[in-house]
């Protein structure tokens, strides 16, 4: 006899057929003009839970490599009847060049990146130019993101990236209420911890084309 996973499969997870094209978010979502927000690396979705159910008027999608992770934060979020939350199961770079459509995004949310502390690591790190060129692409004008982590070398490499970077300005940082805390949050509540946000500048234009 075969051997079967136990695991029940969560329906918030949302596969492409065209993995090539921006990802059609509005036949995903039954109420598609609200605004939408995503989780980058959402791990198992202690922030997404609580966010969707305190602002359930916008959709949110957690992107997160993880399989396993998937599967908890959509059981998660499945447990507390949330219709505005819906998974991809996908490397988090590709799926914001790729799939995400420009001039999409109300707020990004980037917690606790993994650090990859060694210097031979580093070129692992999600956090780059190419990265913040998608980041800006698919934000709407005014849109923000915004970032904690407790591994300050790497919060200090992306502050620097964004503050040198016109197309973006500082506001004040994001403070997650005590349930949007992540579980990796929790985990580092013993250490410093590095925030940031930025807002992409509005009516940014290049030549006199807005982008
Ligand atoms: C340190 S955990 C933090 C999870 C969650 N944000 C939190 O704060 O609890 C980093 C998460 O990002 C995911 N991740 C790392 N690199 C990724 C990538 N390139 N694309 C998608 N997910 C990624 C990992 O699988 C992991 O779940």
């Not at 990146?113 to 934000?139: C, E, G, Q, V």
């Not at 004008?141 to 973006?168: M, N, W």
């Not at 579980?183 to 006199?208: A, M, Q, T, Y």
Request: charged letters at 30%; proline letters at 5%; glycine letters at 6%.
């Amino acid at each position: 006899m075969p051997l079967m996973s136990r695991k029940k499969k969560t329906t918030l997870q949302v596969i492409p057929e065209n993995w090539l094209d921006p990802y059609d978010f509005k036949a995903a979502f039954q109420d598609s003009e609200k605004p939408f927000e995503v989780d980058i690396g959402s791990g198992k979705g202690r922030f997404l839970v609580a966010r969707s159910g305190k602002f359930p008027e916008t959709n949110f999608l957690g992107i997160e490599r993880q399989k396993i992770r998937i599967h908890s934060s959509g059981r998660r979020c499945e447990r507390a009847g949330r219709e505005n939350v819906r998974l991809f199961r996908m490397e988090g770079y590709y799926a914001i060049s790729q799939m995400v459509p420009t001039a999409y995004v109300a707020n990004y949310y980037f917690f606790f990146p993994d650090p990859w502390p060694k210097d031979r690591h580093h070129d692992n790190r999600l956090f780059n130019s190419a990265f913040i060129d998608a980041l800006f692409r698919t934000l709407e004008s005014g849109g923000c993101l915004h970032v904690a982590t407790d591994h300050l070398p790497y919060f200090e490499e992306i502050y620097v990236l964004l503050q040198s970077d016109d197309r973006f300005e500082e506001i004040k940082a994001f403070e997650p209420d005590d349930e949007e805390r992540t579980d990796f949050e929790l985990i580092f509540s013993h250490k410093e911890i590095g925030r940031c946000s930025f807002r992409k500048v509005e009516n940014w234009s290049v030549g006199g084309v807005e982008l």
